[in-house]
């Protein structure tokens, strides 16, 4: 009876409260009923303190109605956000952790330079058993004075109860590559000369290896002389016996000549993306301080404050949905440099997920595959940008779910983006879905007007270049679409001021920005934004234009006569003649009712704002 009710509930709520908030808030909460008792899980604390304060007495007001006044007890909690995914094996508990325990020189960091692992992981991590409630204990340090495993031994397993990919190639190997090349286009018809295992291991672990974990019973093979644009290996055999000077004769010594060194001309080498740097993919202008803060994106800077703060306890993961050129990218990276700024040795990787399927692509490629999976599992912040692309790649997906769990289960931070809900990726496999609203998903709403005038002044005082407040605004008036077409204009502005020596101002915008200017006029017309609310509200324009007077009719008409006012250049007599020979009195009503319904009514300001999102991209 309580789960029914619940469902009730959320359709009444889904019909009352904007989608963003719907999705953000309500749609994300797990239940738990029996028959007198009804428990609400959020997914964190942050998403269940803000359903206790502005959804709970809506909530308790509806079951109220639905259960004619004997409505069941409305609990609240917090779900299990990072469940153990790890098998738990017979005998000790070091056997049940060995398969994710390597050596420093196999896993790629070591306890010395582990990044954040000094600051928020120098205790033992522990995962919790769901089924029978035991801790394991997960110890990522080996004993002191106990020997490093060696290669075969430290990937024998894959961390997750099955055995690791073996280099030695294979016809299972290959059917797995033909498959990535479909996913990857064009990485199988590179040029590039492909290396041998051995050469990858040394170009893809390296970065990660520290000064402290250096396996001792390593012994070079070969000195590695780079000249110019042909580097060679010089191979210089290796002599076990003493000097000579130290050896007594008593028969004549007969002196050979050393053996000739051995120039090997090297291969130029494949680059396998992600063995750079890990912080050398971040753009150091973007900042917290060059961050424009708005009403719609307010919600999204403080999360990823928070990340900064708090990295791999807070919001883990942190997930930025919106509209393209909204100001993910940038908060990304913001949370990346604020990291490094605080730890320059942390291990911070950030990448387009295209990048993440060709580094596998090519991992595959050159049996590489355990390097891969260890360097992209020992970084401390793993940012992630357009998720979306993901979506038909089902191999990709599933090393993605992999590297997910590990880094979740180890603390180490994720940030990914994406264009639209989790919920909404079509393609995309439920288990990742799920595992994305773990920690917080926040959408990042387009600027409203004043913030767009903000972040044209911002610039300008950036570049240096005097901006007069009337001209951002006229530029801000009919660049609405997003901050990326904003900046551009901006730009173009500049640059006509500067080649034609003239100062800013209105007159020369609109000749700089005339075929723009032209562009969208042309697109925003009377005739489009009828077509459009039409659309939106899956009536007829022949509705819209007649004389009926129904809400379900005259609402939309007066948010098209609105939008006509405020998008288009005409008067209000020629708006009034395009909807049905209407007098320019009832255009100025329709105008002032949607500013005040707008103020008072979520549903209509959500979609006001939809549709002028519509309109203006």
């Not at 205790?123 to 394991?136: M, V």
């Not at 909807?579 to 979609?607: F, S």
Request: glycine share 6%; charged share 25%.
């Amino acid at each position: 009876m309580p789960r029914e009710l619940w469902q009730k509930c959320m359709e009444i709520l889904q019909d009352e409260l904007p989608i963003q908030q719907f999705n953000t808030w309500l749609r994300p909460l797990k239940v738990m009923a029996d028959q007198d008792e009804l428990c609400l899980l959020a997914p964190n604390r942050f998403v269940l303190d803000w359903v206790k304060d502005k959804y709970l007495p809506r909530i308790e007001e509806i079951f109220m109605d639905l259960s004619d006044g004997n409505p069941p007890a409305i609990a609240l909690g917090v779900s299990n956000r990072r469940p153990s995914f790890g098998m738990r094996m017979s005998g000790s508990r070091s056997s049940a952790t060995s398969s994710r325990s390597s050596s420093p020189s196999s896993s790629g960091f070591s306890s010395g330079s582990s990044g954040f692992s000094s600051r928020f992981q120098e205790q033992p991590k522990r995962s919790h058993d769901e089924d029978n409630g035991q801790a394991i204990l997960d110890l990522y340090s080996q004993p002191q004075g106990s020997s490093a495993p060696s290669r075969n031994e430290s990937t024998a397993s894959s961390g997750y109860g099955q055995p690791a990919r073996q280099e030695s190639s294979s016809a299972s190997d290959a059917t797995v590559v033909a498959e990535l090349e479909k996913e990857l286009t064009g990485v199988a018809n590179e040029t590039e000369t492909v290396l041998t295992p051995a050469a990858v291991r040394q170009r893809f672990v390296n970065p990660l290896r520290s000064s402290q974990g250096e396996d001792r019973n390593y012994q070079p093979k070969a000195e590695v002389n780079v000249a110019g644009d042909n580097p060679s290996i010089e191979v210089t055999p290796l002599s076990s016996q003493p000097p000579s000077s130290q050896i007594e004769y008593n028969e004549p010594t007969i002196i050979t000549p050393p053996a000739p060194k051995v120039v090997i001309p090297k291969q130029r080498p494949v680059e396998v993306e992600g063995s750079i740097k890990h912080t050398s993919s971040l753009n150091r202008t973007f900042v917290f301080d060059t961050f424009v803060e708005g009403k719609s994106n307010q919600l999204a800077l403080a999360a990823a404050k928070q990340v900064a703060e708090n990295p791999g306890s807070a919001y883990n993961p942190l997930f930025l949905y919106g509209g393209v050129g909204l100001g993910k990218t940038h908060l990304m990276h913001a949370v990346g440099n604020q990291l490094a700024k605080q730890n320059p040795d942390a291990k911070i990787i950030y990448l387009h997920s295209e990048r993440f399927v060709a580094d596998m692509v090519k991992a595959l490629q050159l049996n590489a595959i355990n390097d891969f999976k260890r360097y992209y599992r020992s970084v401390d912040a793993l940012l992630i940008d357009d998720i979306q692309f993901f979506a038909g790649k089902e191999r990709s997906q599933e090393e993605f779910f992999h590297t997910f769990n590990a880094l979740l289960e180890g603390g180490q931070q994720m940030i990914l983006t994406c264009d639209r809900y989790p919920k909404e990726i079509a393609g995309l496999e439920e288990r990742l879905k799920s595992r994305f609203g773990w920690g917080l998903t926040v959408a990042v709403e387009p600027p409203e007007l004043e913030t767009r005038v903000a972040i044209l002044m911002k610039k300008a005082e950036q570049a240096k270049i005097d901006l007069p407040h009337e001209s951002a605004f006229f530029i801000a008036q009919r660049i609405r679409s997003n901050v990326r077409e904003l900046e551009g204009a901006l730009k173009r502005v500049i640059a006509s001021a500067h080649f034609m020596g003239r100062k800013i101002d209105v007159d020369l915008i609109r000749e700089s920005l005339k075929d723009l200017l032209a562009l969208q006029d042309k697109q925003v017309s009377i005739e489009n934004i009828q077509r459009t609310v039409a659309e939106y509200y899956k009536i007829k324009i022949s509705d819209i234009l007649s004389k009926r007077r129904s809400r379900s009719v005259a609402r939309p008409r007066q948010i098209a006569m609105a939008l006509s006012k405020e998008l288009t250049n005409h008067s209000l007599p020629e708006i009034g003649d395009a909807y049905g020979g209407r007098d320019h009195t009832t255009v100025l009503h329709a105008c002032r009712k949607v500013k005040q319904l707008c103020e008072t009514d979520a549903e209509i300001a959500e979609d006001h704002k939809n549709l002028l999102r519509l309109l203006t991209s």
